[in-house]
């Protein structure tokens, strides 16, 4: 049986007592080869603000009206053919979220092809860093894409997992692509994950009541399900209720995907991170924005940022490599 959640029913003592439990947990060894990652179309450098200033970035909270607050994950942009940037009002200019922040059922539904959901055109307040808000809009939601459609893949409705939130053109000088910490993205990872496989992310949810230090995190994948559209990953902080959304890299720091689900079995607690590319491919497919491309970061990735406690970065225990 596989048991996921999106939300608060998983159980915040269970959640805790994993938190404690990580801290303790030895380092696993597994290692594998990685496969570069092809890199992404995206503006300049210097078409975004200065990444220590942004107030609008990865890792900021969004609130969606109706729906949940979650984190944002990558910075994508959209429209116009000739690679113009988002100053030269040809192309708009979005943030990512997870599809399910604007679920209207229970924390259970999953299924994006049946799960009640918000509509495009919804606001989005974007908790910008230093106490900068905006609002945004939704512009894309993979379940509204796959109910409009009549998606009846299971694979499709159990992991695609994204939505776009556009950024007004005036609050466009406000954004930077680059995942806090660690940098990146360099690029998109098309190749999925090998059981072993190191994981990078920040999660931001309101219930680390601010403590920095958990933001930051170093994980381990149990290996792909769904065909390659989801990624089981073992964190040493698990993500928790409000980091959903947030973004995933892998050891060459190329987007992976976004949290979606807290998995209760087979493998407890785990995290289900959908996989960004298969993700990309159907909203170029079926969102109606044209060609959607993922903006790359313009700080360098690395694997140990400075200023974080090289123990908050050790590689947690997983459960036995391949039994994803």
Same mark, same amino acid.
């Given at each position: 049986?596989?048991?996921?959640?999106?939300?608060?029913?998983?159980?915040?003592?269970?959640?805790?007592?994993?938190?404690?439990?990580?801290?303790?947990?030895?380092?696993?060894?597994?290692?594998?080869?990685?496969?570069?990652?092809?890199?992404?179309?995206?503006?300049?450098?210097?078409?975004?603000?200065?990444? *220590?200033?942004?107030?609008?970035?990865? /890792?900021?909270? !969004? @609130? $969606?009206? &109706?729906?949940? +607050?979650? =984190?944002?994950?990558?910075?994508?942009?959209?429209?116009?053919?000739?690679?113009?940037?988002?100053?030269?009002?040809?192309?708009?200019?979005?943030?990512?979220? *997870?599809?399910?922040?604007?679920?209207? /059922?229970?924390? !259970? @539904? $999953?299924? &994006?092809?049946? +799960?009640? =959901?918000?509509?495009?055109?919804?606001?989005?307040?974007?908790?910008?860093?230093?106490?900068?808000?905006?609002?945004?809009?939704?512009?894309?939601?993979?379940?509204?894409?796959?109910?409009?459609?009549?998606?009846?893949?299971?694979?499709?409705?159990?992991?695609?997992?994204?939505?776009?939130?556009?950024?007004?053109?005036?609050?466009?000088?406000?954004?930077?692509?680059?995942?806090?910490?660690?940098?990146?993205?360099?690029?998109?990872?098309?190749?999925?994950?090998?059981?072993?496989?190191?994981?990078?992310?920040?999660?931001?949810?309101?219930?680390?009541?601010?403590?920095?230090?958990?933001?930051?995190?170093?994980?381990?994948?149990?290996?792909?399900?769904?065909?390659?559209?989801?990624?089981?990953?073992?964190?040493?902080?698990?993500?928790?209720?409000?980091?959903?959304?947030?973004?995933?890299?892998?050891?060459?720091?190329?987007?992976?995907?976004?949290?979606?689900?807290?998995?209760?079995?087979?493998?407890?607690?785990?995290?289900?991170?959908?996989?960004?590319?298969?993700?990309?491919?159907?909203?170029?497919?079926?969102?109606?924005?044209?060609?959607?491309?993922?903006?790359?970061?313009?700080?360098?990735?690395?694997?140990?940022?400075?200023?974080?406690?090289?123990?908050?970065?050790?590689?947690?225990?997983?459960?036995?490599?391949?039994?994803?």
């Amino acid at each position: 049986m596989v048991l996921r959640t999106r939300g608060l029913v998983a159980a915040v003592a269970t959640v805790t007592a994993v938190l404690v439990a990580a801290l303790f947990a030895p380092v696993a060894t597994a290692s594998t080869s990685l496969t570069a990652a092809p890199a992404a179309p995206a503006a300049s450098s210097n078409d975004w603000a200065p990444a *220590a200033t942004a107030a609008i970035r990865p /890792g900021v909270l !969004t @609130e $969606t009206a &109706g729906g949940g +607050s979650c =984190t944002a994950n990558f910075v994508f942009t959209a429209g116009g053919t000739d690679g113009s940037t988002p100053q030269a009002g040809r192309r708009r200019t979005f943030i990512g979220q *997870a599809a399910h922040c604007g679920g209207t /059922g229970a924390e !259970t @539904e $999953t299924d &994006g092809c049946s +799960s009640g =959901t918000v509509g495009l055109g919804v606001p989005v307040t974007i908790r910008g860093a230093g106490g900068r808000d905006v609002t945004g809009h939704v512009a894309y939601s993979s379940w509204v894409a796959m109910q409009a459609n009549g998606e009846s893949d299971p694979d499709s409705c159990a992991y695609n997992d994204l939505a776009l939130v556009e950024i007004d053109p005036a609050d466009v000088a406000l954004v930077n692509p680059s995942v806090p910490f660690f940098g990146g993205p360099t690029g998109i990872d098309t190749d999925g994950l090998a059981p072993g496989e190191q994981v990078f992310s920040y999660g931001n949810s309101p219930l680390r009541l601010g403590i920095s230090a958990l933001s930051p995190k170093v994980g381990i994948s149990a290996g792909d399900t769904g065909r390659g559209r989801s990624h089981v990953v073992y964190t040493l902080s698990p993500g928790i209720p409000g980091d959903s959304g947030s973004a995933y890299l892998d050891a060459r720091g190329a987007a992976v995907g976004q949290l979606s689900t807290l998995n209760l079995a087979p493998l407890p607690v785990s995290n289900g991170v959908g996989d960004i590319a298969k993700e990309l491919a159907y909203a170029n497919a079926d969102g109606g924005l044209g060609d959607i491309e993922l903006a790359l970061g313009t700080e360098p990735f690395t694997p140990t940022p400075a200023g974080v406690d090289p123990t908050q970065l050790a590689t947690p225990a997983g459960p036995p490599l391949g039994q994803a």
